[in-house]
């Protein structure tokens, strides 16, 4: 198939390797021309311009958009004298599902298909293949199957007996076994990609809160202080001096708590124990402030996805302010001095 493919950033790049890979044919267009040109050695066209894409296609024209979420209404805006009936236009970023259910509703109206596809996989996709959510018309879905069996995981390893012989998974057999599902209409894929990454930030949350445990009580105890100030605690090491980069390795094999979360975690201990090279300035793309907040609307409670969100927040600053007040109430009703800050261990 011939598609086309606009955003050739850190995932829409590789891609485009992959489709090529199965032998799909792209005309590919990003700002950054030369990123274009890069993939001429894997057969890609690089277009001029994104319109420049659509007229190098044949028609029915199918277009593949990995943009930030932002970008995606006043680049279809841009497009939109050059669409044409049967024509299909995809958003593989991570768009909110509310607004792919408004653009499927206007491009519906010219006869152009919308789909939605939630994509994980990040860096390692062009070898490992993609996890593809996949919102839309079902005769539209149908007529990109080949595209999407090209990008996707195809690990069909996953689902392959445990060590104890049972069934790791009882979901009738179907594409998920492949990597890719329809899962619904218009905005389905982007919504199961939207709690896909609130999960997401919750393990996340988890694996650091954990390893924070085994790194502080590897950290040789401060004296003990004793006043009005300090709470009364016992900061003991009991002699532990844990290796976090061996005990990450070690759940790798045969824990509960193995993942490729745990995988990717590991290999950043084996080469830097400390992560001394990291800020600790952790960002949000969206999807984790979006289903906290369906989970408001829906009254579902969801308190492990809400507190991991804000904790990506606090670790940005967002809560110094609130903590110089906690400190100046404090001193307002019992003369409570600030502590100085003791450097990071």
């Known amino acids: 198939m011939k598609i086309g493919m606009i955003g050739l950033g850190r995932m829409g790049s590789n891609m485009v390797r992959r489709l090529a890979r199965a032998g799909h044919h792209c005309v590919v267009y990003d700002n950054n021309a030369a990123a274009g040109r890069a993939l001429a050695e894997v057969g890609a066209v690089a277009a001029g311009s994104a319109a420049d894409v659509l007229a190098k296609l044949p028609a029915p024209r199918i277009l593949w958009i990995m943009i930030p979420a932002g970008a995606v209404d006043a680049l279809l805006a841009t497009l939109q004298a050059q669409l044409r009936a049967g024509d299909i236009v995809i958003d593989g970023g991570n768009s909110h599902y509310v607004d792919d259910i408004r653009r499927a509703q206007q491009l519906a109206a010219r006869g152009v298909r919308y789909v939605d596809v939630g994509t994980s996989g990040g860096l390692w996709g062009l070898e490992r293949g993609y996890c593809l959510m996949v919102g839309g018309d079902t005769a539209a879905v149908t007529e990109l199957e080949p595209v999407l069996a090209a990008l996707a995981s195809d690990r069909s390893a996953s689902s392959s ?15 998920a076994t492949q990597g890719y599902l329809h899962v619904g209409p218009s905005g389905a894929g982007h919504f199961v990609k939207m709690i896909h990454n609130g999960i997401e930030y919750g393990l ?15 950290v040789a105890a401060d004296a003990p202080v004793i006043d009005a100030e300090t709470a009364p605690v016992q900061k003991q090491t009991h002699g532990f001096d844990f290796k976090l980069d061996q005990i990450a390795e070690l759940w790798r094999h045969g824990s509960v708590v193995s993942s490729w979360l745990l995988d990717l975690l590991a290999g950043q201990l084996a080469s830097n124990a400390s992560l001394e090279q990291f800020a600790g300035h952790v960002a949000d793309s969206g999807e984790g402030r979006w289903t906290v907040q369906t989970a408001v609307d829906a009254g579902v409670p969801v308190p492990v996805l809400a507190t991991a969100l804000f904790g990506r927040f606090s670790s940005r600053g967002e809560a110094e302010f609130a903590n110089r007040m906690l400190s100046a109430m404090r001193l307002g009703f019992g003369g409570h001095e600030e502590r100085a800050v003791p450097a990071a261990r």
């Open 161 to 175: 007996a445990r060590s104890d012989g049972s069934a790791r998974g009882t979901a009738p057999a179907g594409t």
């Open 204 to 218: 996340m949350a988890a694996y650091a809160e954990g390893f924070n445990i085994l790194h502080r009580i590897s």
